[in-house]
């Protein structure tokens, strides 16, 4: 996942906001055509993610650096 790298900034913004409303009935999240803001890994970018992303948003190497994501590069999607 290319959004949780180390630091949450505009340009991670504007890729969370490019695949905000993706869910299985509208651009589902593949492993080929992963989602960039699926902080939870459930398969969409809703309401949840934006909670996570903007709990986190603003943090840098000096501002309560960010560990390596939890899920490595991103989320596994069942692939199709
Ligand atoms: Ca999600
Ligand atoms: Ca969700």
Redesign the pocket.
């Known amino acids: 996942m290319i959004i949780y790298s180390r630091a949450t900034l505009g340009t991670d913004a504007v890729l969370f906001k490019e695949n905000f409303g993706r869910s299985e009935f509208d651009r589902p999240c593949t492993s080929i055509d992963i ?1 960039n ?10 309401g ?2 934006a909670a996570i992303f903007k709990s986190d948003f603003g943090r840098n190497s000096i501002n309560n650096s960010c560990p390596a994501s939890e899920v490595g590069e991103g989320c596994v999607y069942p692939s199709q």
Do not use: Y
């Not at 803001?37 to 809703?46: A, N, P, R």
């Open positions: 989602c803001g699926d902080m939870d890994c459930d398969g969409d970018v809703d949840g993610d």
